[in-house]
């Protein structure tokens, strides 16, 4: 399998950043971190090991990212309106550079990305797929929050709102985003075993949202012996892969 390490300086965040890339050939698919979690997480915890088949086919290629979560969401020394806005420029960071990165690796295809993450990366596949329908088509969102008062308790402002799935999808009427959406491949899993009792409330709640729009999505409840942790994770993304692939 072919791995590569790039590192470069973001101008957007004013820091250096790092990634990998996993495989040659393939749908592109961004792989955000747990909690505060590197580029190299998905590696070190095994998860690019259960996905080797499919990089090895060239039926997806793998791309990395380092989390900012330590200087946003779980920054608990600052505001929450602070907190939000070094998402938003971290979002800025993913959108100016590094999905043109992507893009130029890919040589120029327009093709759109998958999105997947697990608990904290879980709620960033998700936000981040639902805000940038141009830039997503498969979501595989596992064992995530879908909203932000763990991080931010009851203050909200313009930057949480339209950061939190379970905030802005209820209002939302724009075809555009709504249209992307509906022709989109949507998975939402988590199971109901320890340490998933916010996830899977929170799961049950996205669902019932995208019902109510009429967007298509498999959202996949797992046994009361599935646990918020790795081994599970590893059993849930190849799984769900093989399905979009």
């Known amino acids: 399998m072919n791995i590569e390490y ?13 990634l990998k890339v996993y495989g040659n050939y393939g749908k592109p698919m961004v792989i955000f971190p747990a909690q505060g979690g590197r580029f190299y997480e998905f590696e070190d915890f095994g998860m690019l090991g259960v996905i080797q088949p499919f990089i090895d086919a060239g039926r997806v290629k793998v791309f ?10 779980a920054n608990w020394s600052i505001h929450p309106a602070d907190r939000a806005n070094r998402h938003q420029v971290f979002d800025r960071y993913f959108m ?7 893009r130029n690796h890919c040589a120029g295809s327009p093709q759109k990305f998958i999105s997947t993450g697990v608990s904290m990366g879980g709620y960033h596949s998700c936000n ?5 329908p141009d830039v997503f088509d498969v979501l595989i969102a596992l064992s995530g929050v879908y909203k932000l008062d763990r991080f931010v308790g009851d203050y909200t402002d313009h930057n949480i709102y ?17 249209d992307q959406y509906r022709q989109s491949k949507i998975i939402i899993c988590c199971g109901q075993g320890a340490w998933e009792d916010e996830m899977l409330a929170d799961t049950l ?18 046994g009361n012996d599935v646990n918020h942790d790795w081994p599970w994770w590893k059993k849930m993304l190849p799984y769900f892969l093989d399905k979009v692939l």
Do not use: C
Not at 6 to 14: D, M, T, V
Not at 66 to 71: A, H, L, M, N, T
Not at 162 to 178: A, G, I, K, R
């Open 205 to 222: 709640e996205i669902k019932h949202v995208l019902e109510s729009k009429g967007i298509p999505a498999w959202v996949d409840i797992w």
């Open 96 to 102: 100016e550079e590094y999905v043109p990165f992507i």
């Open 162 to 178: 339209f950061n939190e799935p379970l905030s802005y999808l209820p209002n939302l009427t724009d075809p555009w985003y709504l």
């Open 64 to 73: 990395t990212l380092d989390s900012v979560d330590r200087e946003s969401w």
């Open 6 to 18: 790039h590192k470069w300086y973001s101008n957007n965040l004013g820091r250096d950043m790092e």
């Open 128 to 132: 981040f797929f639902f805000r940038h």
